[in-house]
Nanobody
Framework: QVQLVESGGGLVQAGGSLRVSCAASGLTFSRAAMGWFRQAPGKEREFVAAIRWSGDSTYYADSVKGRFTISRDNAKNTVYLQMNSLKPEDTAVYYC?????????????????WGQGTQVTVSS
């Protein structure tokens, strides 16, 4: 079955950087769109970034545009989220998502496969 395993979360000071990774198995990674979502305590899960299967198009939430970069390595079946200039409001559990789709959706319920999440905490 499909497995998505996130790693790389942790505690970082405001203004710092962190890179989270998501290793995928059980799916044809090179044909799957990949996304990152996050969920803070008491809030709904929200879209952060996504990348098409080909890697030629990326999408970002306005709140992270210019600070976060999503990328993928199809040879390693891994997608990355480089997070720079982190703010306390970026604190959340970050989830990796995958789906076979040409259209990128920002709503979580349009994505079929999910990882277990990794905690990112940004201290002020």
């Amino acid at each position: 079955q499909v497995q998505l395993v996130e790693s790389g979360g942790g505690l970082v000071q405001a203004g710092g950087s962190l890179r989270v990774s998501c290793a995928a198995s059980g799916l044809t990674f090179s044909r799957a769109a990949m996304g990152w979502f996050r969920q803070a305590p008491g809030k709904e899960r929200e879209f952060v970034a996504a990348i098409r299967w080909s890697g030629d198009s990326t999408y970002y939430a306005d709140s992270v545009k210019g600070r976060f970069t999503i990328s993928r390595d199809n040879a390693k079946n891994t997608v990355y989220l480089q997070m720079n200039s982190l703010k306390p409001e970026d604190t959340a559990v970050y989830y990796c998502a995958a789906d076979y789709t040409e259209v990128i959706f920002s709503t979580p319920n349009r994505w079929n496969y999910w990882g277990q999440g990794t905690q990112v905490t940004v201290s002020s």
